[in-house]
């Protein structure tokens, strides 16, 4: 038993050293691409690194609860402890996995994301929403009751559904950099695929939600907020217009970018 603690604990620490050490790495190199971009920035009006420093700091601190929720989910596989045999991983099956994991994950979200801005649960959420320009650094800024709350998926999801480790594994890479980019406040993914009828959100969609505060509670995906009526009812227009401010920018300046403001 002691032996299966130690080794929980140093899963656990090298999962905290490799997110918090890639969230510096990538925030502060995003931070020196994004200078060179501002037609992208969604609220070009406010400036939200003022908050760097605080929400490095509280980042510092939810990403312990963050890595130990991944770290106890990832024990548990690599030991067995799941109620089911993982299914086979071949070529065709591993992508379907991992797109299933994404949605779960993301009806998991809306749902304990929405129960944060109601009663007794919005005090614990509402150092999430003191960035309202959120930005690269603002993806992990929460307290330890939302960071539970929100990447438990991570331990208890895995031991009920058969994904198998390496899934559990891209699929948390792959939210750690989508989280920080969608953030960012600068666009990324504004186009067809992001507005109605389709199904993916784009930068603007979250960033709405930190400005807004009630509207667009999912993460990956709109539907949710479609299905339940929570979508921003200017969201559509507004990811229209930020993909028609890059692409007018792009072709006034021909590829030209100007610095942003630094004060």
Known sequence: MAAA??????LWVLTYVLVFGSYLAFGWAFTAWSQRHPERKIQPKRDGQKRRAKEIRASARSLIVTCGCFAGGLFCMLNGWTLFEPWALTWWSAPLMFGASVILFDGWFYLVHRLGHTGPFMKYHVLHHQSVA???WSNYS????????????FL???LIVPFGWPILVA?????HFNGMIGHS???FAAGPSSRTPWPLASVTFHDMHHSTFNYNYANHFSFWDRVFGTIHPEYDHRCA?????IATSGKSDGGA??????S
């Open 185 to 187: 406040g600068f666009e």
């Open 241 to 245: 217009a930020m993909e028609e401010q």
């Open 156 to 158: 208890i999801v895995p």
């Open 171 to 175: 699929h948390r890479i792959f939210d």
């Open 134 to 136: 959120p930005t690269v």
């Open 142 to 153: 929460d307290t330890f009751f939302d960071a539970f709350t929100q990447q438990g998926y």
């Open 257 to 262: 970018k100007t610095p942003l403001p630094t």
């Open 5 to 10: 603690i130690l080794e929980f604990l140093g």
